[in-house]
Every structure is written in C-alpha cells, then in structure tokens.
C-alpha cells in the first residue's frame, strides 16, 4: 500500500511538471486571476496580460526587482563585445546604462531570439527592446514605442562581380531576394516585387548570396556596413541602392520598444530629451559613427 | 594550417565555442541525470494496472447475476494512472521539443500575472530548457524501460517467487538487472540523439555552441561574417559522440558476462 501511495505521489509530481509545461496551459489561468478581480473577466489570456499592465507601475515594478533587463541581440554599432571583452558596448548598450541610471537600477543584457521580442517582453523575461528596432505597424501594435531616435534605410547586397547588374535597379521583379523572416528589408523587398527568400536572421541572408541561393538580399545599412568586404566572410560582396529611396519612401526610424501600457516609454522619452539637450546623445553617437545618423531635435 | 590555429581571431572564436559547448555538455549531463528516474517511474506509471472500478463492478454483477456487457467491461479494465501516463506519453512524444521549450520558457509569464516564473536572465533559460529536455527525455526514456522490463521473460520472476524472494528484492535483483542489458543499445540511440538536441535550446537564446558559432557570422567581439565556425561545431559533436559511444560500448560489454 504504501508503495502505491509513494508511486502516485510520484506521478502527480511529474505530472504537475509537465502541467507548468504549458500542455494544460490554460489551466494555470485561474489560479493567478483569483485574487484581482479586475482580471478574472477577461476572457483571452492576452487582455489579462495587458490590464496587468495598466494597472501597475512599470516603473516602479524595475526598481523593485533592481535591474532593468534589456533585450538585444549581438549587432554592431548598437550592442556588440570588443574582441577579448565580455562587456556590451555600442550607442544602444552605452545609452542603456545611462537609461538605468537615471532609474536607479542596475543594467543587464540579454541576447534574445529577435522574433519572440513580443514575448520576452509580455512574459517579463525582459523590460525592453533596446537594439537599432525599425518602428513599424507591426512593432507599435505589439509594444509601446519609444520617440524615435535614430534613422536608418535599407539596401540591396550582391555579388561584387555582378555590380553591373544590380546598380540602378528600380524593380527586383523575377530575384530571388534573401531577407529576415519579419523584418522591415522584407516588406521593402516584396514592395518592389522580389521573390523573397525569408530566412531566420539579417546575417543568414548574407551565407544566401555568398553560396549563390538567393540573387540578393536586402538588410540594414548599418549591418551591411558591418559585415560585407575585407576581412569578413563576404569580401565578395557589395551593396548599394537605398531601397527607401527607390520606393518613395522616407527613412526608417529607429526605436526602444517596451510592454503595451508601460510608463517607462514616459521616463525614457523625458531621459532621452535630457540627454540630447547636454549633449550625451551627441557625443556617444560620435563614439560609434552614427553622429549623421542619430535624431537630435 | 599551424598560423590559422594560433591566430587571434581562431583563438577569439575556439575560447567562445569552448564556452559554448560547456553550456551544451552542462544540458547534456543534467537532462541524463533527471530523465532517466523520471523515465522510470512514468515507465511504472504506464504499467500500473491499478484499477478500482474493476471489483465493485465484478461485486454488482455478480448481486444482480448478470454477464457483463460493454459498459461493464469498460469500467473493469479502467486504468486510470496508465491512462493519464500512456496520454501524457502521446502528448509528450507527439509534439516537437522545439516547440515545448517555447511553451515552458515563455507561456507561463505570458498567462499569468507577475510574469515568469522563471528566474530573469541567463540562468533562467538555463533552467527553462533542463526541465523542457528532462521531460521530453523522460517520457521517451520511459517507453524503453517499459520495454526492457516487459521484455525479462515471466519465469525469472516465479524463478524468484520459488526461491521466497520478496517482489522488491525479485524487481531489483532479476528484473532490473536484465532490464538494464537489453536496454544499453536503445538507451545509446537516444542518448545520441541527445547530444545533438541541445542545439535546439538556442530557439530561446540559450546561448549554446551552434550560438556562438553563428554570433560570428553576423557579428561578435569584432569578428563578423564568418561562416567556418558553424561547420567547425560539428568537430565538437563528433568528438562528444565518439566518447559517448565508447563509454556506452564498454557498458554493454561489462553486461556481456550473463546471458539469459
């Protein structure tokens, strides 16, 4: 008998593992609503998320915990290591840190994967979303949108050896264009009719070209900059024609997202005019050659 | 070939695929070493025949005198805890790993209301993805223990009940240890399988060895696009594999010595 009961004790414990595992997700709903009324008539679980939001203080919430975790992925100029080092550096980690100052906190950067950001964020895993982000339809309607603070446009990358082609180019109609899977090179290629190949990160389409896949692909400036001619991978390649431009179109804007209802876009916006007004912006900006780029106003 | 390997850049990239796959082998060793009693107590679980309508089913029919129809015989072999394992079994086997490690690391702070459970940053998602694999390896673990045990032929257990052994003294003296025997060659495939698996944590930036490999391409402490390093990670694999195969080969032959 009491080996029956230690087995079902047992089991119900694995069982309530594999209950957190989110196969009976839906369950766990109800114990956190029971004690805030305010949720317990939400129907979806994204409204419960949200009012949570509402409700509370983001700010406050940060200086609680200590820490402001901010989300990046690796992508110089904006949050990189130095050979050697093991600190992030660049104009979003350098600004980062004076952010969580003005706080009160300590900083902490955390590499994420770029298509959860929206997750990471609702599930408080992270803070913010702090890394050369596109403002776009999809982006304001997912998280709330720092002002902007720096511009940036898309460009076409190809074989060096193929220039010719590729120069002057108005219309990508019948290439096969590598871009991010989500991101705003992909809405600017299939918006001059290419053939995207979507693949899982803006350093993915560059091996799409190099290993002759994909005729081009169409990613950040900045990140083409980075990453194309000597001593990279990719000496072969090269990149022109600002594809804003080809459609009509005004740069991008890059901004900080943070959770849907959260006051910290306030403290931010108020930190950020504070340190464009003495001069921080400007001089950290310079640090990294993005002095054309940033949005001082 | 020397001057590539003594290089600054090789040097920069073997240090963080080094620390790469600490990461992967840390994943490794704690999946294996919570898997397999999870596994073999679902593997119980899926064997238990525990079954409590079957006597006061039997007890009615037997008052009123009549043969048991459908429903009746339905109720006798109801089984519950076999039931909900053998589900949970399905569930487990049948849904990608990928996918369950997203659902662990990110669905509980999305549903509930102060965010995750999970502790924030790195360690976090460390932990995250050891309870996503050691689940997910549990239940297929289970299914070979199930197997290993059903497999010992009935006689070596009434051998045992002849001879006055007591049930734990017959399970873990006879059964177990044929069970682990015929067990070793399965138990090796998954335990491959394994090792390449970790690479999967990386879809919640797990920063694992395949992660590190591909922060080269587009850029990471001034090295970018290069692409060697994420080809070069298979060296790694391989390597672990080879010594994997041959601790799992030395254990088959150490069981060589009884045959039954």
Same mark, same amino acid.
């Given at each position: 008998m009491k080996k029956i009961l230690a087995l079902i004790l047992a089991l119900c414990l694995s069982l309530s593992l594999a209950a957190c595992g989110g196969n009976n997700a839906p369950q766990d709903q109800n114990s956190p609503a029971g004690? /805030?009324?305010a949720t317990t008539t939400a129907p979806a679980q994204s409204a419960a998320v949200e009012e949570g939001g509402d409700t509370e203080s983001d700010v406050a919430y940060v200086q609680a915990q200590g820490t402001l975790y901010v989300g990046i992925t690796n992508f110089a100029p904006m949050d990189y290591k130095e050979a050697g080092s093991d600190e992030w550096i660049?104009?979003? !980690? /350098?600004?980062a840190k004076a952010f969580a100052e003005s706080l009160g906190v300590n900083v902490e950067f955390q590499e994420i994967t770029w298509d959860y950001k929206v997750?990471?964020?609702?599930?408080k895993t992270i803070d913010c979303v702090w890394n050369g982000m596109t403002i776009n339809d999809e982006v304001t309607a997912a998280m709330a949108v720092s002002d902007p603070y720096c511009t940036n446009y898309q460009v076409l990358v190809y074989? %060096? /050896?193929? !220039? %010719?082609e590729f120069e002057g180019l108005t219309s990508l109609e019948g290439l096969y264009v590598a871009v991010e899977s989500g991101s705003a090179g992909e809405d600017a290629a299939e918006a001059l009719g290419a053939t995207t190949v979507p693949v899982q990160a803006q350093s993915n389409t560059l091996m799409e070209v190099q290993s002759g896949n994909s005729d081009a692909a169409v990613i950040d400036v900045l990140m083409a900059a980075e990453m194309t001619g000597e001593g990279t991978s990719y000496a072969d390649l090269a990149y022109s024609l600002n594809l804003n431009e080809a459609q009509g179109l005004e740069s991008e804007n890059y901004g900080v997202g943070f959770r849907k209802g959260s006051d910290l876009v306030d403290a931010f916006n108020e930190f950020w005019a504070q340190a464009v007004a003495d001069g921080t912006v400007?001089?950290?900006a310079t640090t990294y050659g993005l002095q054309d780029a940033v949005i001082l106003e | 070939m020397i001057e590539f390997f003594q290089s600054p850049v090789t040097q920069t990239i073997l240090t963080a695929l080094n620390q790469g796959f600490i990461v992967t082998l840390e994943l490794f060793f704690v999946t294996l070493i919570g898997a397999i009693p999870l596994g073999l107590v679902i593997a119980f679980g899926s064997m238990n025949r525990l079954a409590p309508l079957a006597r006061p089913t039997r007890w009615l029919l037997r008052r009123r005198g009549r043969e048991p129809r459908w429903?009746? &015989?339905? +109720?006798?072999?109801? &089984?519950?805890i076999q039931l909900i394992c053998r589900l949970l079994v399905w569930i487990v086997r049948g849904t990608p790993l990928i996918l369950q490690i997203i659902a662990i690391y990110y669905v509980p702070g999305l549903v509930m209301d102060g965010g995750t459970p999970w502790p924030r940053g790195e360690m976090g998602r460390m932990t995250a993805v050891c309870v996503a694999f050691i689940i997910n390896y549990a239940f297929y673990f289970s299914e070979i223990f199930r197997g290993g045990i059903q497999g010992v032929p009935k006689g070596q257990?009434?051998?045992g009940l002849? +001879? $006055?052994?007591?049930? $734990?003294?017959?399970?873990f003296k006879v059964t177990l240890l044929q069970m682990v025997k015929r067990i070793v060659p399965p138990m090796s495939n998954e335990i491959i399988t394994l090792v390449k698996d970790t690479s999967l944590s990386r879809a919640i930036a797990l920063q694992e060895v395949i992660w590190a490999a591909e922060s080269f391409m587009k850029g990471n402490q001034g090295i970018s696009g290069l692409w060697w390093p994420l080809m070069f990670t298979a060296v790694y694999y391989l390597a672990f594999s080879a010594i994997v195969t041959m601790v799992l080969g030395r254990l088959e032959k150490k069981l060589d010595y009884f045959q039954v």
């Open positions: 004690d /805030d009324p660049g104009f979003d !980690a /350098d600004m997750q990471e964020l609702d599930s074989p %060096a /050896d193929k !220039a %010719a400007l001089e950290i | 429903f009746a &015989r339905a +109720l006798i072999v109801f &089984r519950p257990q009434e051998a002849v +001879l $006055g052994m007591t049930k $734990g003294q017959i399970f």
